[in-house]
């Protein structure tokens, strides 16, 4: 069984939208189309407790995502922060292309409002160096979006974050972009896995077996950072898809592994997260 097989407990919702869409249904042996209206919520972040590292050293960690598309509002985030600073937790906060997937404004919003706070950011390696329960921020930034990642730096420089990139595709990366990938890290950032091409880890799995996966996804993804000469040491999940025999092979090879919980939830799509 994986995460996504439990039955979801109804969040509190901040708001609610119904939307029909195309989906599909088992019947027999076969999937057929069928439309479905799906109700969906944004939750509050200060309730989602699987985003919060307790300093209790788990190895298997949860992001909420702070795109624009998932409507997390401003007090959404500084709510968060707030349940952080008050419980001496690390929230975890991601999110894709600076500019593109999340408006510079509203990622500088959750900087300044965690520097107010008097929050350090700290990424994924120095939450597991460091067990001292504090109140932190752990920011990251997933995918390839290499020209976007170094057009913050000025911003992250601003307010003396660090963070961490979860990067997959490198094996696309031209000189270049390698280049600054290594400017990231040389700026105190954190340059960890996730993944070769970006595929549903559980379904890949299921197609062609675990050890297939490791072998074409995820080692190649640790290795090729590594010979890079990136200190790799987590990997994360595309899609926050995972199982714990996932779970159990990886961390044979990485300190930690990433998932996320779904702010926006639904009644048919199961937070990776939860269990």
């Given amino acids: 069984m994986t995460q996504s097989d439990h039955k979801i407990p109804q969040p509190r919702c901040l708001a609610a939208t119904a939307a029909p869409r195309l989906g599909t249904a088992r019947l027999g042996s076969g999937l057929v189309p069928v ?5 969906a919520c944004t939750q509050p972040t200060a309730d989602m407790n699987n985003i919060y590292y307790q300093w209790d050293g788990r190895t298997v960690l949860c992001a909420a995502n702070t795109d624009d598309v998932i409507g997390v509002d401003h007090a959404n985030i500084a709510a968060g922060l707030d349940r952080a600073v008050a419980n001496r937790e690390a929230v975890q906060y991601f999110a894709h292309t600076p500019g593109a997937t999340i408006n510079r404004d509203d990622l500088e ?5 965690a520097a107010e706070r008097g929050l350090p950011f700290l990424t994924y390696r120095e939450l597991l160096d460091d067990p001292t329960p504090r109140a932190a921020l752990v920011f990251s930034f997933d995918d390839s979006a290499i020209d976007a990642w170094t057009a913050t730096r000025d911003m992250f420089a601003r307010y003396h974050a660090h963070v961490t990139f979860f990067v997959s595709r490198f094996d696309h ?10 400017q990231l890290a040389a700026d105190g950032h954190a340059i960890e896995a996730h993944s070769v091409q970006h595929l549903r880890a559980p379904r890949y799995v299921e ?3 675990l050890q297939a996966y490791l072998d074409d996804e995820a080692l190649p993804s640790i290795n090729q950072l590594r010979e890079a000469g990136f200190d790799t040491q987590l990997f994360a999940y595309p899609f926050g898809a995972h199982t714990h025999e996932l779970d159990d092979a990886l961390l044979q090879h990485v300190r930690a592994v990433r998932s996320l919980s779904f702010v926006r939830t639904s009644q ?7 269990r």
Avoid at 109 to 113: G, K, N, P, V
Avoid at 268 to 274: K, L
Wanted: aromatic share 14%; proline share 3%; net charge positive.
């Fill in 268 to 274: 048919v799509t199961a937070d990776p997260c939860r």
């Fill in 207 to 209: 197609t062609y077996g």
């Fill in 109 to 113: 919003f959750t900087f300044a409002a």
């Fill in 35 to 39: 439309a479905l209206t799906l109700s």
């Fill in 173 to 182: 990366f031209n000189a270049a972009a390698r280049a600054q990938l290594q």
